[in-house]
């Protein structure tokens, strides 16, 4: 079974820095794209970043030159460095994983949240 974890959240003055790691977990072969999403109160759950198994990287609009994807493709494991954080960035952070392939193909896997405060 694959879970994917996500770790490195907090609270955070405007203009600091964090940065959150999600591990997938499991007798995994492969992991195409992983992605960050985020969800603030009352809104809709946003793409922040994505990242393919080739490290091609794409952003939203509102992130782009502030926040970086990596991932460790050995480890299973994707990044997010997160720089020059403002209040707005307050959001619940996911991790997701759109197709893993195990002995199975699995698809659409969440990491469990982790919470990122910015004050200003």
């Known amino acids: 079974q694959v879970q994917l974890v996500e770790s490195g959240g907090g609270l955070v003055q405007a203009g600091g820095s964090l940065r959150l790691s999600c591990a997938a977990s499991g007798s995994i072969f492969s992991i195409n794209a992983m992605g960050w999403y985020r969800q603030a109160p009352g809104k809709q759950r946003e793409l922040v970043a994505a990242?393919?198994?080739?490290?091609?990287?794409n952003y939203a609009d509102s992130v782009k030159g502030r926040f970086t994807i990596s991932r460790d493709n050995a480890k299973n494991t994707v990044y997010l460095q997160m720089n020059s954080l403002k209040p707005e960035d307050t959001a619940v952070y996911y991790c997701?994983?759109?197709?893993?392939?195990?002995?199975?193909?699995?698809?659409?896997?969440w990491g469990q949240g982790t919470q990122v405060t910015v004050s200003s």
């Open positions: 997701n994983a759109p197709r893993v392939v195990t002995t199975i193909i699995g698809y659409d896997y």
């Open positions: 990242i393919t198994s080739g490290g091609s990287t």
